[in-house]
């Protein structure tokens, strides 16, 4: 089925840039499955930009060749900058947004005020899996495996910082991981191997989120991943495995530093390959997610235990990234997933309305 699809992408976030990475390779797919597309960018401070050259607007921005947008008035629903145009009517939105202000439910909730179908996770989903402490909360009422974790407010932290250090090593061991609650792509993301480290890297996190994650680190931890496509039946993919350039697989390992190696499918054996399979699934519908999301679990080196690190309900997307090379590893390429994620998205707008809205 043709549709006319608006691509949301930049934002507020720390990862505009991702989300720019993302939303080429994704409107590139659209126009070879045959679907009209309609770009629309987000500038970091918020505005709307929807023009067919909003991608090289942005882009060109981020490389420095742009200065920023000055004095433009905001509307309260949509926040376009002054001299644009009017987007018309789209048939389904897809979402390339990654973290807050696109990847939490905010943008979700516009949308399912207007009324719109949209790609991926709805508002609760969102924003549940954007908190990973809230998240994490949900997956041990689900029975699924999880390292042990302290949670710290940023203004305790900065009140109180003995206190918080004493309760967080009278509960967990060094070496630590200290996050901010709300991000992704490891931004904000700090090793502590001792009392010093773990200092500085709650001071890291609490410049990104009010919540603060502290974990105890996986030995000989191996990062694998699983990525999830599906409404009420979901299905998981092959696993990978990720190689990280760096110590883990921080932001620079991500984007920056190409050494970083993805393994597909993961050297994993058939029970440890079905176990993760199924708790992606499991966390999938924890959440209650729609659409796509990816499942990052650590294995312990030697043991083989395995743990539930996170789900990210629209991880990275472009042709590189480890949620579309999954599912061709699976057997669907890039075009027809980006096909069947607007097929999806369509299909739960369908259901929400027939949801009745009148009292009888």
């Known amino acids: ?9 930049g ?81 389904v939105i897809f979402p390339v947004l990654h973290g807050p202000y696109g990847e939490d439910g905010t943008v979700q909730g516009l949308l399912e005020m207007a009324d719109v179908p949209y790609v991926g996770s709805g508002v609760l989903a969102s924003a549940v899996a954007m908190d990973k402490v809230i998240a994490r909360q949900l997956f041990a009422q689900h029975g699924l495996p999880q390292v042990r974790y302290v949670t ?121 390959m079905a176990a993760v399979r199924d708790y992606a699934v499991r966390a999938f519908q924890a959440l209650d997610c729609a659409g796509l999301a990816r499942v990052d679990f650590l294995v312990e080196g030697e043991s083989g235990a395995i743990y539930l690190n996170e789900i990210n309900t629209m991880p990275g997307f472009t042709r590189i990234s480890m949620y579309p090379k999954l599912w061709e590893a699976t057997g669907v390429p890039y075009p027809e997933l980006v096909d069947r994620l607007l097929t999806l998205a369509v299909e739960v707008h369908a259901d929400r309305q027939a949801n009745s809205t009148a009292r009888t």
């Open 1 to 9: 089925m043709h549709y006319r699809v608006g691509v949301l992408f």
């Open 11 to 91: 934002g507020r976030s720390s990862e505009h840039e991702v989300s720019l990475a993302s939303a080429r390779n994704v409107m590139e797919a659209l126009r070879q499955a045959g679907h009209e597309v309609v770009p629309i960018g987000i500038t970091p401070e918020g505005r709307w930009l929807p023009q067919p050259d909003a991608w090289v607007r942005l882009s060109a921005r981020a490389r420095g060749e742009l200065p920023a947008p000055g004095g433009e008035s905001t509307a309260l629903l949509l926040p376009v900058a002054s001299g644009e145009q009017s987007l018309g009517a789209v048939d």
């Open 152 to 272: 710290v407010m940023r203004r305790r932290w900065q009140t109180a910082k003995d206190a918080v250090i004493a309760e967080i090593e009278a509960v967990l061991s060094y070496p630590l991981f200290v996050k901010p609650a709300n991000m992704g792509s490891s931004v904000g993301v700090s090793k502590a191997r001792g009392r010093e480290q773990l200092v500085d890297a709650l001071d890291v996190a609490a410049h990104f989120d009010r919540k603060l994650l502290v974990e105890e680190a996986v030995p000989h931890a191996r990062e694998v991943e699983v990525s999830v496509l599906g409404n009420d039946a979901p299905e998981a993919s092959v696993a990978g495995e990720i190689i990280p350039a760096n110590e883990f697989y921080d932001y620079n390992a991500k984007y920056e530093n190409e050494g970083s190696r993805l393994l597909i499918p993961a050297p994993i054996d058939d029970a440890m």
